[in-house]
T-cell receptor, first 115, second 110 residues
């Protein structure tokens, strides 16, 4: 399977704990995006990378959130001191700027539940 | 990116054409209309996009009105696997993020 993969698929944590999610984009895709989706809503943009550079961050990305893409390949999203309001699906997507369509390919998501 | 308006839900009989409308009255000249869908428990999937001409691919057709203020996504022969939430997105290539609304929940009825 050469699609976008995310790990873990599900995470249950207690309030106050730190969690880290991983995203592996499609090989050679130079852009990587993180979105968050709550029940009944469409995905909301969090941040994106061009290679290893983080080029835009949403106001939704509080200082408890940090994302990295150290070698321009996989990315991690860490949430520190989780709150119940962080419960959501976290989606990763990748795209290739050489692609005329600039289609974003999404992974299956990581569902976070904060108890 | 301009805002879009879609009906919250629609039903369509299996084998019939599903026509999903979208209003985007504030679209600007350099903004494209994109459609994605999200099947339950999966990430969104690109379907089609267009600027002003009608477009067709193996999944769907996109009809954009001449004034570009609205569009219709057509699934020509809907199957049960087309049951999903369909998002209409107006997107400017200079803006990397996709802005999703709440979409239309399409249910294909056997």
């Amino acid at each position: 399977d050469t699609g976008v993969s995310q790990d873990p698929r599900h995470k249950i944590t207690k309030r106050g704990q730190n969690v880290t999610f991983r995203c592996d984009p499609i090989s050679e895709h130079n852009r990587l995006y993180w979105y968050r989706q709550t029940l009944g809503q469409g995905p909301e943009f969090l941040t994106y990378f061009q290679n290893e550079a983080q080029l835009e961050k949403s106001r939704l990305l509080s200082d408890r959130f940090s994302a990295e893409r150290p070698k321009g390949s996989f990315s991690t999203l860490e949430i520190q001191r989780t709150e119940q309001g962080d419960s959501a699906m976290y989606l990763c997507a990748s795209s290739d700027t050489r692609d005329r369509v600039i289609e974003q390919y999404f992974g299956p998501g990581t569902r976070l539940t904060v108890t | 990116d301009a805002k879009t308006t879609q009906p919250p839900s629609m039903d369509c009989a299996e084998g019939r054409a599903a026509n999903l409308p979208c209003n985007h009255s504030t679209i600007s000249g350099n903004e494209y209309v994109y459609w994605y869908r999200q099947i339950h428990s999966q990430g969104p999937q690109y379907i089609i996009h267009g600027l002003k001409n009608n477009e067709t691919n193996e999944m769907a057709s996109l009809i954009i009105t001449e004034d570009r203020k609205s569009s219709t996504l057509i699934l020509p022969h809907a199957t049960l696997r087309d049951t999903a939430v369909y998002y209409c997105i107006v997107h400017n290539f200079g803006n990397e993020k996709l802005t999703f609304g709440t979409g239309t929940r399409l249910t294909i009825i056997p």
